[in-house]
C-alpha cells in the first residue's frame, strides 16, 4: 500500500484524527492491569496474550494497514480492570469482549463473562485483588453469543447456582439462541470465523492486527451455566442483590436473544452489545443468520427514550463506556440512525430495481454518520451490511434468470479460461491489471483460473491482489478475511489447533434439551446413503427417566418424545454418555463397549444408523476447489 493511499484516505475520509475522546475513554477510569498480559490455561499454553501486539504500540499507521483500522486496533489495546463509576467496573482486553462487574449489597454481579473460563476467573481475580474480595452473587447474560456467556465457568459454578449462591439472568429465548447458532452449522461458521477474526495468521503489520470489537477470541475452555430467571418484558424489574436493574427486551437485533438494562441507583445503562464503538454486523462474514437492522435501529430508538434522559453514562459488552448525557445521546442517536439508514435505503433502492451488489457499490451514510468514529465499519461494512439488507428481504437470487442456475465454480472457470485465450494470456492481462492497482477485478478474475487448474502462478498472483485489499481496507474482518485467504492460497490450507473445530462443547451440550441434540444428528445424516433404510429406535436415559424415539425413513431422522411399540432396538444410557458422544468426547464404540450403554432387540440397526451419520469436515478449503 502506497503512502499515498494512506493520505488520500485521511484527507478523504472526513474524520477528525486530532480528536482524542476515544483515547481518553478507553482509558479513564484505570485501576490495574496485569504484569504481563498473558492468561494460560491449565497445560500452561497461552490461552490469551497480548504481547504479540507490542508492534501497536507505535502511532503512526505502516504502509500495510489502513490507518482508521490502525487507530482502532490501538484503541482496543487498553487492557485492565476500569472504574466506570461507584460500584461499576469494568475488564477489558482479557478477551474478545468486556466482562462488567457491579457491586451489589453483598457480592459482585458479573455481566457477560468472557469467552473463556481461564479469563473470566483472571479477570475476577483481578477485581478482588483490586476492589474488594466477595463472592459472586449474579450473572447477566447480555446475549447468547458466545463471547458473553463461555466464561462463565470463570466465575461461578452450577453448584453455586443449586446451592442458591448465585443467580442467572438471561434474555428470553437465550438457550434455543445461543445453542442453534453454535451447534447445527457450528463447524463450517467456526471453519470461516478462523478467516474473520485471522486466528490463524501471525500478528503484526502485514499479517493480524485487530478483530473491531476486540483484539482476538481466547482459546480456552468453554462453559456454560444454565440461567435460571429469564426476561421477557420491557420494563421488568428486578431487585438483584440489592440492587434494581430495569430491563428493555431487543430480541431479533444484535443476537437473536439480547437486552439492555438499566441501573437507576447509578444512572447507568448496559446497551449490551447494541451499541459499540463500530458499525455492527447485520451479517456476519462468518457466517449467520441475516439480522434486522430495522428492528435494531428501532430497539435503539426505544432504549433512548426509556433510559437517555435519566442515564450519565452508555457501558457496552466490547470497547469502553460513553459519559455525559449529551455525547451518549448523541452516540445512541447516530448508532440508531445509521442502521436506520442503512435499511432504509437500501430498501428504497430494491424498490427502484436495485440488486444487493448495484445498491452496495455506490453506498455512502451521510458525512453526519460517517464522520463518527463509532460509525466506522471496523465490523460490519456499508458494503456487506447493505448486501444482507437485500438478502433479508429478496434473498441471494437477484431476479436475473442469467444468475438463476450457473455453473459452479470448477466448470465455469474452466469455461471462463478457454474463452480468455488460456491460462497465460489470462495472467499476462490480470498482471497488467494488477499493476495498475486493479486489484478487486484482479481477484475476481484469477479466481477462475485457480478453480480451473491446479496453477501455481494463479494462486500466487491471486494471493497478492487480496493482500493489497488486506493491506487498504478499513475494516477488520475485511483485512482477516483477505490475508487468511492468501495465506491458504500461498501454504494450502494447514491444520492448525485452534479451539472449538467441529463439535460443541461439551458444557453446552450437556445444557442442550434432547429435542436439539436429536436435531444436531439429523443434520449428520448422510441423505443419499440413507436411501431405502428404515429403523425404529427408543432411546432411554437411564438417569432422567425420560424417553424418546428416533425413526428413520425417507433418508431423514425424525424424533418424538416417548418410546414406540415395535421398535427394532431399545437403547437405555444416562444422558452425560450421549452428551459426550455428541461432543466427540467419547467415542460411540467404546462407550458402547464400557457398558454404560444397554441395547435390547436389534443391535445391528443402531450400528447401521451410526454409520449413516457424517463427521463433519473442519478444515474444508475456501480460497481453492
Ligand atoms: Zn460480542
Redesign the pocket.
Same mark, same amino acid.
Given at each position: 500500500m502506497s503512502e499515498f493511499f494512506d493520505k488520500e484516505f485521511r484527507s478523504a475520509s472526513g474524520l477528525d484524527w486530532d480528536d482524542t475522546t476515544d483515547d481518553e475513554g478507553s482509558r479513564r477510569g484505570f485501576i490495574a492491569g496485569l504484569d504481563e498480559m498473558v492468561i494460560k490455561g491449565k497445560d500452561g499454553a497461552a490461552v490469551w496474550d497480548l504481547r504479540d501486539y507490542a508492534f501497536l504500540q507505535r502511532e503512526e499507521a505502516p504502509a500495510t494497514v489502513n490507518p482508521s483500522l490502525w487507530r482502532q486496533a490501538r484503541l482496543n489495546m487498553a487492557a485492565g480492570l476500569f472504574k466506570v463509576t461507584d460500584r461499576v467496573y469494568q475488564v477489558r482486553g482479557f478477551d474478545? @469482549?468486556v466482562v462488567s462487574f457491579i457491586q451489589g449489597d453483598d457480592g459482585w454481579i458479573v455481566i457477560d463473562p468472557l469467552i473463556s473460563k481461564e479469563c473470566a476467573a483472571a479477570a475476577i481475580d483481578l477485581v478482588r485483588r483490586q476492589v474488594e474480595d466477595r463472592p459472586v452473587s449474579a450473572v447477566i447474560y447480555t446475549h447468547s453469543?458466545i463471547?458473553?456467556f463461555g466464561g462463565v465457568g470463570g466465575v461461578i459454578s452450577r453448584e453455586d447456582v443449586t446451592a442458591g449462591r448465585a443467580r442467572v439472568i438471561a434474555p428470553q429465548g437465550f438457550m434455543e439462541a445461543a445453542i442453534s447458532e453454535n451447534l447445527i452449522a457450528g463447524t463450517a461458521m467456526t471453519r470461516r470465523a478462523a478467516y474473520m477474526y485471522g486466528s490463524l495468521l501471525p500478528r503484526g503489520p502485514k499479517g493480524q492486527v485487530d478483530a473491531a470489537?476486540g483484539k482476538m477470541a481466547s482459546q480456552g475452555t468453554v462453559t456454560m451455566v444454565v440461567p435460571t430467571d429469564y426476561v421477557d418484558t420491557t420494563g421488568a424489574e428486578m431487585k438483584v442483590d440489592g440492587v434494581d436493574i430495569v430491563f428493555q427486551v431487543t430480541p431479533g437485533t444484535e443476537a437473536p436473544a439480547e437486552m439492555n438494562f438499566f441501573f437507576p441507583a447509578f444512572s447507568a445503562l448496559c446497551m449490551a452489545?447494541n451499541c459499540s464503538h463500530n458499525m455492527h454486523n447485520i451479517l456476519t462474514l462468518r457466517g449467520a443468520q441475516v439480522r434486522d437492522a430495522r428492528a435494531w435501529s428501532n430497539y435503539l430508538d426505544e432504549a433512548i427514550g426509556l433510559f437517555g434522559s435519566e442515564s450519565e453514562l452508555v457501558f457496552t @459488552?466490547?470497547h469502553w463506556p460513553v459519559w455525559g448525557r449529551e455525547r451518549l445521546l448523541e452516540y445512541m442517536k447516530k448508532q440508531r440512525d445509521m442502521y436506520r439508514y442503512l435499511h432504509d435505503q437500501t430498501v428504497r433502492m430494491i424498490n427502484r430495481g436495485d440488486t444487493g451488489i448495484e445498491i452496495a457499490e455506490n453506498f455512502e451514510l451521510p458525512d453526519d454518520l460517517a464522520r463518527e468514529w463509532y460509525n466506522r465499519g471496523y465490523y460490519g461494512s456499508v458494503n456487506h451490511n447493505v448486501k444482507a439488507i437485500y438478502q433479508r428481504y429478496m434473498g441471494c437470487f437477484d431476479g436475473n434468470p442469467a444468475h438463476l442456475h450457473p455453473l459452479p465454480h470448477v466448470e465455469a472457470g474452466r469455461k471462463y479460461v478457454e474463452y480468455m485465450g488460456g491460462a497465460d494470456a489470462l495472467l499476462a492481462k490480470a498482471r497488467e491489471a494488477y499493476a495498475k492497482g486493479e486489484y478487486r477485478w484482479v481477484a475476481q478474475v484469477v479466481n477462475h483460473l485457480v478453480f480451473a487448474e491446479d496453477n501455481e502462478q494463479a494462486r500466487s498472483l491471486q494471493a497478492d491482489a487480496l493482500e493489497q485489499m488486506g493491506y487498504q481496507t478499513e475494516n477488520a474482518t475485511w483485512r482477516n478475511f483477505y490475508l487468511s485467504g492468501a495465506m491458504e492460497l500461498r501454504d494450502g490450507v494447514k491444520e492448525a489447533q485452534i479451539a472449538g473445530t467441529g463439535a460443541a462443547p461439551l458444557d453446552i451440550v450437556a445444557c442442550l434439551g434432547p429435542e436439539m441434540i436429536f436435531d444436531a444428528m439429523a443434520v449428520h445424516l448422510n441423505g443419499p446413503k440413507a436411501a431405502g433404510k428404515k429403523a425404529v429406535i427408543n432411546l432411554r436415559f437411564t438417569d432422567t427417566g425420560q424417553e424418546y424415539h428416533l425413526l428413520l425413513e425417507n433418508s431423514v431422522l425424525n424424533h418424538g418424545e416417548g418410546a414406540l411399540e415395535g421398535a427394532d432396538v431399545t437403547m437405555s444410557l444416562p444422558r452425560a454418555t450421549l452428551d459426550a458422544i455428541v461432543a466427540g468426547a467419547a467415542d460411540p464404540k467404546a462407550a458402547f463397549g464400557s457398558g454404560a450403554v444397554s441395547v435390547e432387540g436389534d443391535g445391528g440397526k443402531l450400528g447401521e444408523l451410526f454409520s449413516l451419520l457424517d463427521a463433519d469436515v473442519f478444515w474444508f478449503n475456501i480460497v481453492t476447489p
Open positions: 474478545l @469482549s453469543h463471547d458473553h470489537l452489545e @459488552s466490547h
